[in-house]
């Protein structure tokens, strides 16, 4: 999906770049999911999904299916041959380790436990801890590899005003950005940044600076800006 940065003002809109990303084994123009690991095989209480890798440490689900009603079941991983009790909790979607509620195909990503990589694990189960089985799985492939950060373009205002320049944009992971020796004057008044899909437009979706404010953009002298999507949003998903 095309991930457009810009900063908007209201007395100009304020145009600093534009971004076209593609990830291998996605359609360019088409929805950018990170790279497909597989698809849920489904076992029971109606487990469905398509799994993708976004990094080495996040996976997300396309259309995720489950039906909520058995106690005790979680997303588990493990390095073992196949789904066993020998594994560990994966938190869900808002980063906690608690039992699965129910699930009418929801795009969620989760993030693996500190520590751990997609490297480390075989596969991916919705696991039910009082009954001991796995309701679906998904295996992750033999020399799978998850995608890398990513780096773009330098930001830069065409007009030069606000005297917009900086390093190469660099995606850490699905919901990190970094934007290295970033410089601006300050001087244009309710100017933010946005994100958003498609040609950059007042459209896009206002995010926190490095401080977690939403007010008018401060001054920048060469300073390195590390940028964090709010929950409902993945750079992947551009905007969900």
Request: glycine share 12%; with cysteine; proline share 7%.
């Amino acid at each position: 999906m095309d991930l457009a940065w810009k900063l908007f003002s209201k007395t100009a809109l304020f145009v600093l770049l534009t971004v076209y990303c593609e990830v291998g084994g996605q359609r360019k123009g088409g929805p950018n999911f990170g790279t497909q690991i597989g698809t849920f095989r489904s076992y029971a209480r109606g487990v469905a999904g398509d799994v993708f890798a976004v990094d080495d440490d996040t996976l997300f689900i396309k259309g995720f299916r489950f039906d909520g009603e058995v106690p005790d079941t979680f997303f588990w991983a493990g390095s073992g041959p196949q789904p066993s009790a020998q594994g560990f909790v994966v938190p869900n979607e808002f980063g906690r380790e608690e039992p699965l509620k129910r699930y009418d195909g929801k795009d969620i990503a989760i993030t693996l436990p500190p520590n751990k990589k997609i490297h480390d694990i075989m596969w991916l189960s919705v696991w039910s801890r009082q009954q001991s089985s796995s309701f679906g799985d998904v295996t992750i492939p033999p020399g799978f590899s998850a995608p890398k950060p990513r780096t773009l373009t330098r930001l830069g205002s065409g007009s030069g005003r606000g005297n917009v320049r900086s390093g190469d944009v660099v995606i850490l992971d699905s919901k990190t950005i970094l934007i290295p020796q970033f410089n601006y004057d300050g001087s244009l008044q309710e100017t933010y940044f946005l994100v958003g899909t498609g040609n950059p437009s007042s459209q896009g979706t206002k995010i926190p600076d490095e401080r977690g404010s939403i007010q008018n953009l401060r001054a920048y002298n060469n300073q390195d800006v590390r940028l964090v999507l709010p929950d409902t949003m993945t750079d992947r998903k551009s905007v969900v």
